[in-house]
């Protein structure tokens, strides 16, 4: 009868250290996989030059409503392609800030040997918040285009539209809209 009883304590027991074992497994398994995704959707950053910036205000200066001075760059998959933007708010309005908002939008995708291909999630612009400038203010904001590491190399072209809230309450465009270019090397 005491060899029963043993016997069913080491079974308890080893029973106890399997599921700790499992246990403990599961629970490493868990944080690694909550340290990945935490480092995918980690916030981009997206930050301009003093060289960049001053390109901008001089193409404000010189009238345009909307300015982007370089429209075209090349990055490797999994990087992130910086542009600048820059709005001058020439809308008549009351005494009230107008509010705007950015629209970037993939329009093409060419493959090097020209075969056309389509745009894809793995090439994205980045969210950019909506802004209020009142008359005559000029706001500058980077722009990204994200490229996952799976991206196809391709050449991606990008339209941005700055939008703007007209008095009947609908969506107008602000200036003319600027085509980027990002090709994936």
């Known amino acids: 009868m005491r060899t029963k009883m ?4 080491m ?9 700790l074992i499992l246990t403990l497994a599961v629970f490493s398994l868990g944080v ?12 981009i950053k997206l930050d301009m030059d003093a060289n960049t910036e001053k390109q901008v205000e001089n193409l404000l200066s010189q009238g345009q409503i909307v300015a982007v001075p ?3 760059k090349t990055v490797e998959a999994g990087s992130v392609a910086v542009f600048a933007l820059g709005v001058v708010n020439t809308i008549e309005a009351d005494e009230y800030p107008t509010q705007f908002k950015v629209d970037v939008s993939c329009f093409s995708c060419v493959k090097e040997n020209d075969e056309r291909c389509s745009c894809s999630d793995d090439v994205f612009a980045a969210k950019i918040s909506d802004f209020e400038l009142n008359k005559n203010a000029k706001k500058s904001m980077p722009i990204g285009i994200v490229t996952n590491k799976k991206a196809e190399r391709a050449s991606y072209g990008f339209l941005v539209k700055v939008l703007y809230f007209n008095s009947a309450g609908d969506e107008a465009v602000h ?8 090709t994936i090397s």
Request: avoid cysteine.
């Open 6 to 9: 043993n016997k069913k304590g």
């Open 11 to 19: 079974e308890l027991s080893i029973n106890f250290i399997v599921m």
């Open 32 to 43: 690694v996989f909550v340290n990945n995704l935490f480092e995918k959707t980690e916030k």
């Open 70 to 72: 370089l429209a075209s």
């Open 175 to 182: 200036g003319t809209s600027k085509p980027i270019y990002v």
